[in-house]
């Protein structure tokens, strides 16, 4: 997979009110990179994990569907 030239524009979900115990996404990158970098709210400069598109994707379906419940 080639690493994104363009630098990710980070973001937290609007639903996300839960003292920064979350992920932030930089879907900026989607459409010029084909990947939806995603990182640990709380620890910014560590690791990302680069999501193909579709696989994103197919996770946010799943959440909004109640796919993965608890």
Known sequence: ??????SPRWF???YSNNGGACVEVAANLASTQG????RDSKNP???TLNLPTD???TFVAGVRTGTFTG
């Open 45 to 47: 400069g560590g690791p």
């Open 35 to 38: 990947v939806v970098p995603v």
């Open 1 to 6: 997979m080639t690493l994104p030239t363009e």
């Open 55 to 57: 696989t994103f994707r």
């Open 12 to 14: 937290t979900s609007s």
